[in-house]
Each structure stands twice: as C-alpha cells, then as structure tokens.
C-alpha cells in the first residue's frame, strides 16, 4: 500500500482546509484509512479514520462537528474536510491504512503498518 498526503498550508482561524490522501493498493476490501497529526513537541494523535467499504467512521473528540471525512472511489482518495479551524489544529498530518482492522481499534496508531509522508497545516490567528 503506498499513500500520498496532499493539500496542508496556512490558513487562519475559522477557516478551511482540505486535505486528500491517494491511496494505492492491491485490494481495497477491507482497508481503513486514517489521518493522524503531530504538533510540533507533541506526540502523534488520531484524528478520523473510515472503512474503504461500509463508510463506518471515526473522529476525535477534539475534532468532532468540525472534520469530515470522505471517501472518492473514483479517484482513490480520502478526503479530510477540516472546517471552523483553531490554532491547535497546527500540525503535521499524516495518512495511514490498514487491514482487518476491527472498529474498536480503529484509532489506534499501532494498528496502521501503512503510512505516507506528512502534510504541514498550520493555522494563523
């Protein structure tokens, strides 16, 4: 599986951004793909994440009502609308996929074996 991130820059507060992932893979039945970011001194979190097939979804708390996340099959992309922005939302933004994942470890980073390079969202104020 390779996966490319694309669509991070500056964008100031209360504004949107989307961020798209090209997943390419041998088989897409049963695949997740997730975002996750990292914040410059801070650990890797979870962000959304979404079946390839079935649509099931899952967000962070902290992003809930704000980020949407999407699936183009045509185009072979997830999509992370991220509306109403903070400057916490300031990160690094990677996607990742993984196999058979069961949805109650769905936003747990260690289950992803896939991930692309990061794309920097950085929110003014």
């Known amino acids: 599986v390779q996966l490319q991130a694309s669509g991070g820059g500056l964008v100031q507060v209360g504004g949107s951004l989307t961020l798209s992932c090209i997943v390419s893979a041998h088989t897409f039945n049963d695949i997740t793909v997730g975002w996750f970011r990292q914040a410059p001194g801070k650990e890797r979190e979870f962000v959304a994440a979404?079946?390839?097939?079935?649509?099931?979804?899952s967000y962070a708390d902290s992003v809930k009502g704000r980020f949407t996340i999407s699936r183009d099959n045509a185009k072979k992309t997830v999509n992370l609308q991220m509306n109403n922005v903070k400057p916490e939302d300031t990160a690094v933004y990677y996607c990742a996929a993984s196999y058979r994942l069961i949805h109650g470890l769905i936003q747990s980073e260690d289950r992803y074996s896939h991930w692309g390079q990061g794309t920097l969202v950085t929110v003014s104020s």
């Open positions: 979404r079946r390839w097939t079935g649509g099931s979804s």
